[in-house]
């Protein structure tokens, strides 16, 4: 069974920077599968960030992110992570780590998804 587990959120004031984790378990290797960062804030629904797929130049932003949040994959640890600078107030949201398994072109959409992390916070003071 696939799981997911985020880690590096917290508290960061406007501004600053972030670096979330996310420790895939459950098969021999993700490399050759997509890995997304979705986000949900208070009151709204959960959205698309970033996401990663196998091969050069195979990775995908939300255009609120762009320049600002870079997505990386360790396929020797089964980690992908969320670098996410010049942070601001309206980044605050639960961050989730997902991955759709079997499929190596990015996806932006939450039903291309088989598999979800718990969650991380990521709160943002102005």
């Known amino acids: 069974q696939v799981q997911l587990v985020e880690s590096g959120g917290g508290l960061v004031q406007a501004g600053g920077s972030l670096r979330l984790s996310c420790a895939a378990s459950g098969r021999a290797t993700f490399s050759r599968d997509t890995m997304g960062w979705f986000r949900q804030a208070p009151a709204k629904e959960r959205e698309f960030v970033a996401a990663i797929g196998w091969g050069p130049g195979r990775t995908d932003y939300a255009d609120s992110v762009k320049g600002r949040f870079t997505i990386s994959k360790d396929n020797d640890k089964n980690t992908v992570y969320l670098q996410m600078s010049t942070l601001k107030p309206e980044d605050t949201a639960v961050y989730y780590c997902?991955?759709?398994?079997?499929?190596?072109?990015?996806?932006?959409?939450?039903?291309?998804?088989?598999?979800w992390g718990q969650g991380t916070q990521v709160t943002v003071s102005s």
């Open positions: 997902a991955a759709d398994i079997g499929h190596w072109s990015p996806a932006t959409t939450e039903d291309n998804y088989q598999y």
